[in-house]
């Protein structure tokens, strides 16, 4: 059974089903009804640096009281959030953040390479484009800090080029002169993230998994170190093994297993439709205001914010309205979206910026995949092929040492 059926739990059952193993994912919710619906959709190789990088809880703890800010942190008595608060702090260091960009990065050419393959040999239709990634900088400081971060991916094979204002404004006249400049990432590109996942659901089907929309799981039944039943909201159901993918409530079910799992929800918004006299050419990264924008046919998607606020999915229109504002300072005449579709979605994030992926020691026939944060997207493909060669006994394509469940048990 998998429990999840995000763009995790999806890609973990086309994989094994794939590999003629009997599926059945068990979602409390409708199939890509979270996170993986309304995300920005991207697809970046370029972003190998984790969250938890230096400066980044500075610059969160002095957003505090912003309601606006980019990182946004609500303030409520919580000591699951102040100790992950602890880690992701501990986490922030330069040493770490160098340890950590070719894990991220090996992950996402991995997963990219699954992508292009799911387009040219499966045919799904999910809007990807590989057409790069322009990511702006509206103030001078940015932008050199920006150029900074650009030499220090080199240093890892990672492409790009950097680009005066008007070289911006060459490759999307609708960018301000205001704006300082950018840097280009050729090798990113982006989806249409609910058509992925739905596509490939359908994918999955065909190849025999069962896909179970609105069954909550309400606990499980397990001794001598197996889990040998999953206690559901339509009654009890019989597996033999467990993949537990269910974004940022796989910390609460996974405590029905005795589990730490230290998951923060972290809430993202966006906003949809179609915006008359704009249409962007590529995806575009609005880096100080940590806003995205993805070109999706005839609509855009603007998305943005980071807010640790426990599982509260309301809308905060003032929030929301913060990521078009955002915007409006480095696309000229941006004004309204017509026909907006407006959202919200948890993302799962563990204090060092790494998902989770790899058996449980409690549990010999239970496996994670979780803690993926802003990056679930883009990493669900491998994320799935590498749950399905865990399961069938086979060497893992990629070392998966770096993110084990067990980091977190000291």
Not at 101 to 126: D, K, N, T
Not at 154 to 172: A, Q
Request: hydrophobic content about 40%; some cysteine; glycine content about 12%.
């Amino acid at each position: 059974m998998i429990v999840g059926g995000g763009v995790i739990g999806i890609c973990s059952a086309y994989y094994l089903a794939r590999s003629n193993w009997d599926v059945i994912v068990a979602d409390m919710g409708g199939i890509c009804s979270g996170c993986s619906y309304g995300n920005a959709g991207f697809i970046l190789p370029s972003h190998a640096i984790p969250l938890a990088a230096p400066g980044v809880l500075g610059k969160g703890l002095r957003w505090l009281l912003d309601r606006e800010s980019p990182f946004y942190i609500k303030p409520r008595p919580d000591l699951d959030l102040l100790f992950w608060l602890l880690r992701f702090a501990s986490s922030c260091k330069w040493e770490k953040v160098r340890r950590a960009i070719p894990i991220i990065h090996g992950l996402h050419l991995a997963s990219m390479a699954l992508y292009e393959e799911l387009v040219s040999v499966e045919g799904l239709r999910f809007g990807f484009k590989k057409d790069g990634m322009l990511m702006l900088f509206r103030t001078e400081d940015g932008y050199e800090e920006g150029i900074r971060e650009a030499r220090l991916l080199e240093e890892y094979g990672i492409r790009s080029r950097v680009l005066d204002s008007g070289e911006v404004r060459e490759m999307e006249p609708s960018i301000l002169p205001s704006v300082a400049g950018g840097v280009f990432y050729p090798d990113d590109a982006c989806l249409n993230p609910a058509d992925f996942v739905m596509e490939l659901a359908g994918r999955a089907r065909d190849l025999g998994a069962r896909i179970v929309p609105d069954l909550k799981i309400l606990g499980f039944y397990g001794s001598m170190g197996r889990i040998s039943r999953v206690k559901t909201s339509r009654g009890d159901l019989d597996v033999d093994y467990v993949v537990l993918a269910a974004g940022a409530w796989s910390g609460v079910i996974g405590k029905r297993l005795s589990l730490k799992l230290p998951i923060q929800p972290a809430k993202g918004y966006s906003i949809t439709g179609v915006c008359e006299g704009f249409r962007p050419n590529i995806p575009m990264l609005l880096k100080e205001d940590r806003v995205a924008v993805t070109p999706l046919g005839e609509r855009v998607r603007f998305s943005g914010t980071l807010e640790l606020c426990g599982f509260d999915l309301s809308i905060d229109r003032i929030r929301l309205n913060a990521v078009l504002k955002s915007a409006r300072r480095y696309i000229g005449g941006l004004g309204g979206v017509d026909t907006a579709e407006l959202w919200a979605g948890l993302r799962p994030c563990t204090p060092d910026g790494l998902p989770i992926i790899g058996r449980a020691s409690k549990w010999e026939n239970l496996v994670i995949a979780t803690g993926h944060s802003t990056i679930g997207q883009a990493l669900g493909p491998i994320t799935g092929k590498l749950i399905s060669q865990i399961l069938g006994g086979e060497k893992p394509e990629l070392d998966i040492s770096p993110f084990s469940p067990e980091r977190f048990s000291g």
